[in-house]
């Protein structure tokens, strides 16, 4: 059987490591905050945000709560971005993807400062990422890093396969993974819906992130013994119990874990790492915009 990699329980750690950050920056005057903005037709999102901002109200990070509705014109997002990135008082910002059919979200992305850009999607921050000089590192595979780090599992000459080449997962987390610094030095491959003969790359992998978004989509049979195995994916799938659904990953945990030598399970795996570096990087931001200097876990 497979060691079960307990997102919580890192993440947990890492509040604790980033709650004195805070608390520096309080005394110097200089309480974090994010301000999230949320314009969705997806009614998950607003349980994410909301998840987001209690994760930063427990740590004393202020949670800046803007809601535009969905058939607004793209210009009252515009100006509400406008708006916080000239407020001196904010950090950061995080406008909440999908956003309405109707906005560009690569524009939305472009008029975010990116000095206040947390997610780390704006194109001069992805930019430094790729060059190798990232200044805020996009929070899914950060936290996958640190889940790694903090599990033990170096990167360094293995080969990580992942599936899927998503902006907020795949493309930089492949960038992660070749970097030359702690947690990449890794031969990576990057697969998508058009790789051909998927298994045969997926079983060359000692570390594999799925982020696919579809259910259960890796098996068993797809791994080989041994290898590492990190489910990005949450997806609802119809349940024969009291809420009518249930949460599964883009992994078959049940033929995974038999191959596996460490899997995260979905729920409490990679989600709270990925909650846990939003935090992070909040942090960061009001440590650079201060100048006052905070240890960062
Ligand atoms: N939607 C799903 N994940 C994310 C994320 O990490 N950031 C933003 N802004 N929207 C998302």
Same mark, same amino acid.
């Given at each position: 059987m497979s060691d079960l990699i307990d997102g919580e329980a890192v993440a947990a750690d890492l509040r604790a490591e980033l709650q004195s950050a805070v608390d520096t920056l309080a005394d110097a005057d200089h309480r974090p905050t994010l301000?999230?903005? %949320?314009m969705s037709p997806d009614p998950a999102s607003e349980t994410y945000v909301s998840m987001k901002q209690n994760d930063c109200e427990e740590l004393g990070i202020n949670a800046r709560d803007i809601e535009i509705g969905v058939d607004e014109p793209a210009e009252e997002l515009f100006e509400t971005i406008a708006e916080l990135n000239d407020e001196d008082d904010v950090d950061g910002i995080l406008v909440q993807s999908p956003v309405a059919d109707h906005v560009d979200y690569r524009e939305v992305l472009e008029r975010i400062d990116p000095e206040k850009d947390v997610d780390g999607f704006h194109p001069a921050n992805v930019g430094r990422l790729v060059a190798g000089y990232p200044r805020y590192k996009p929070c899914t595979p950060h936290g996958i890093q640190k889940l790694l780090e903090a599990e033990g599992i170096d990167t360094e000459g293995k080969d990580a396969v992942v599936v899927g080449r998503s902006r907020i997962v795949g493309k930089?987390?492949?960038?992660?993974?070749?970097?030359?610094a702690p947690g990449g030095n890794a031969t990576t491959t990057v697969c998508h819906s058009r790789t051909d003969d998927l298994a045969e790359k997926t079983r060359q992998a000692d570390i594999l992130v799925a982020a696919t978004g579809v259910p259960e989509f890796i098996d068993g049979s797809m791994l080989s013994e041994g290898v590492v195995v990190i489910d990005v994916g949450i997806n609802r799938v119809d349940a024969d119990n009291e809420k009518g659904y249930e949460l599964v990953g883009d992994v078959d945990f049940e033929s995974a874990s038999e191959k596996a030598s460490a899997i995260t399970p979905v729920p409490g795996g990679?989600?709270?790492?990925?909650?846990?570096? %939003? %935090?992070?990087?909040?942090?960061?931001?009001?440590?650079?915009?201060?100048?006052?200097?905070?240890? %960062?876990?």
């Open positions: 301000a999230t903005v %949320l930089p987390m492949a960038n992660l993974f070749i970097q030359k990679v989600g709270p790492m990925t909650r846990a570096m %939003l %935090l992070y990087n909040t942090v960061k931001a009001a440590s650079r915009h201060s100048g006052v200097d905070v240890a %960062l876990p």
